[in-house]
């Protein structure tokens, strides 16, 4: 191994971090370059000096706890807040989709007809109302022998139907 | 010396998860054991990032104080000294930067400490060690703040490579490179002001 290679392992080799091969070599090495050694002394007391630096702190946590504050660290909430749910609905992304999915919706409503018609809903509730009326008069029929009640109820029906007619137009 | 900053390798990691779990559901008591855990190193690396008491005290309170509103941030992904450690010196970095554009604006008066040498050196330390953390001490001004940062996490707070790893957020093979690097530039300034 060239000088310049075995230099660049002396920081290593200062932290022990070589493979006991690796070590062997740099050990030959600084039996025979003068430069190498001197750098590694270096490394060593710098780091040495270094070390000593280190010294007692003040009493930092004599100082911090009155400041903690009682509300306690940020929780993790479940939900988004009002402002944050705001926030999020209001990105461009968000608000564009919701944009783009209302236009489709619409769309579909409106040209393909989805909606139903207000005389769809008429037409069944009528024929249901009819259709229950008359059913309950014939069976009304059925414990009655006077023939003058059936046609009675037939008439009720009739007007029955043409009253929620005008009840539901507005008339 | 007898540092107390020792006592933080007796933390186990399923201590020091359930400190910071008791932290995050809001509970004081853990939180001081906690501060009081970490209180010498997140000290000592300010000191170290800094350069002065003064500011090193301000820094560590106020990364404590942060950390108590914020520890829900932490995911547990890694360690939580590196994670601490990197916000101590990320957050020195920023100090210090904040300071540089300060100084650059001639109304200001600078008020930066300089370097001082630790008064709670013994009088029977030689006259030469003194002079020597002086070199240093001046020679680490120079340096930068990335050279800085890990100087004082591997020579300082000893770190281990994988550790340095994960606090830089490199390759434990960078991690090497940019070691002797550091110490490569540190030795050139020491020499230069001896
Ligand atoms: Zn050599």
Redesign the interface.
């Known amino acids: 191994m060239s000088h310049k290679r075995i230099q660049n392992q002396l920081s290593a080799y200062l932290d022990d971090q070589l493979s006991p091969e690796n070590r062997a070599r740099i050990e030959a090495h600084l039996n025979t370059c003068d430069e190498c050694v001197e750098m590694l002394s270096d490394f060593r007391r710098n780091r040495q000096c270094f070390g000593a630096l280190k010294h007692e702190a003040p009493p930092i946590a004599d100082l911090v706890l009155p400041q903690l504050s009682d509300r306690g660290p940020v929780r993790r909430r479940l939900l988004p807040s009002a402002e944050e749910f705001r926030r999020w609905f209001f990105r461009p992304v968000t608000g564009g989709t919701f944009a783009v999915v209302s236009a489709c919706l619409l769309f579909a409503l409106v040209y393909l007809n989805l909606t139903p018609t207000s005389d769809d809903s008429l037409d069944l509730y009528l024929s249901e109302h009819t259709r229950y009326s008359v059913y309950s008069t014939r069976s009304e029929d059925a414990n009655d022998s006077i023939d003058l009640n059936g046609a009675q109820s037939t008439t009720n029906v009739e007007e029955d139907t043409d009253f929620l007619l005008e009840v539901f137009l507005g008339e | ?1 007898p ?3 020792q006592v933080a390798d007796a933390l186990t990691k399923e201590q020091e998860k359930d400190l910071v779990i008791r ?4 509970d ?1 008591r853990a ?2 054991a906690l ?2 855990h970490y ?2 190193w ?3 690396i300010a ?2 990032m800094l350069g002065n ?1 003064e500011d090193a ?1 301000d820094m ?2 106020e990364v ?2 942060w950390l ?5 941030q932490f995911k547990f992904r890694s360690r939580f000294s590196t994670w601490l450690y990197r916000i101590v010196t990320n957050r020195c970095i920023n100090l210090k930067d904040q300071k540089k554009r300060r100084q650059t604006d001639p109304t200001e008066i600078d008020d930066s400490q300089p370097w001082v040498p ?1 008064d ?1 050196e013994t009088p029977e330390k030689s006259v030469l ?1 003194l002079e ?2 002086e070199i ?2 001046k020679a680490l001004g120079e340096l930068k703040d990335d050279y800085r940062k890990i ?2 996490l ?3 707070q000893d770190l281990s ?1 994988e550790e340095l790893a994960e606090v830089i957020g490199c390759s434990v093979g960078r991690v ?2 940019k ?2 690097e550091a ?2 530039v ?2 050139e300034l ?2 230069q002001f001896s």
Do not use: P
Request: hydrophobic letters at 35%; one cysteine or more.
């Open positions: 010396m540092l107390n900053t932290c995050q559901d809001g004081k939180m001081e501060i009081l209180q010498h997140v000290y000592n000191y170290g008491r005290s560590a309170q404590f104080l108590w509103e914020n520890i829900g630790i709670t060690r020597q953390q240093l001490q100087l004082v591997r020579e300082m490579y090497k490179s070691l002797h110490r490569k540190l030795r020491v020499l």
